[in-house]
């Protein structure tokens, strides 16, 4: 695994250094999150998912309590086919998970200050690099799903999706069990 975790900062690294010049003139900054609550799908594969995990074990109880809740609310949402906030952005509009967040989120970031009649604004140049980075992501994590973040947090919450997952196994039938309980699509592949 750990092979694989060095694997998704090496795609990440050499994502951001290719769109560097581009980001560079963006209008993105920290406390925007616009993203964050209107604008993005916040997907993750199960490999980020388990770098989020990490992350979320490190923080202290009362803010793990509190996050719990938050996507278990998420996953109520979603279900429901209601936007929603990601679970991870703070009041102050700043991401708890900032130096883990999925690739979803880092591919994200628009020429202008966005707003909802005014959405992100992203270089095709950038979107084509991005989808060369969710290609080596799908192959490194070739065991793995990719879906919204709570849910993929949930599933490898789960202790028999996250032995099997670990073990290098691959359950289809299971993974569409869940999905159908959840009214949810959870992709083998990230589009």
């Known amino acids: 695994m750990e092979e694989k975790i060095k694997g998704l900062e090496k795609i990440y690294s050499s994502f951001a250094k290719e769109t560097q010049v581009y980001r560079d003139q963006g209008a993105c900054q920290k406390g925007c999150g616009f993203c964050c609550t209107d604008a993005g799908r916040i997907d993750t594969t199960t490999l ?57 989120c880092r591919r994200i970031y628009s020429n202008h200050i966005c707003t909802r009649e005014n959405p992100p604004q992203v270089s095709r140049q950038v979107m084509d690099m991005a ?44 993974i569409m069990r869940f999905g159908k309980s959840h009214g949810i699509i959870i992709n083998k592949m990230m589009i």
Do not use: W
């Not at 949402?77 to 900032?98: D, G, Q, S, T, W």
């Not at 992501?137 to 490898?156: C, E, V």
């Open 48 to 104: 980020e998912g388990l770098q989020i995990k990490k992350v979320i074990k490190t923080l202290p109880r009362a803010r793990q309590t509190s996050l719990a809740k938050a996507l278990s609310k998420n996953i109520r949402k979603r279900e429901k086919k209601e936007n929603h906030a990601c679970p991870f952005l703070l009041k102050n509009m700043v991401c708890m998970i900032y130096q883990v967040r999925p690739f979803a």
């Open 131 to 174: 989808a060369q980075s969710i290609r080596e992501l799908q192959q490194l994590d070739d065991t793995g799903y990719s879906g919204h973040i709570s849910f993929i947090l949930h599933m490898l919450g789960t202790p028999a999706f996250l032995e099997t997952y670990l073990a290098g196994d691959f359950k289809p039938e299971a």
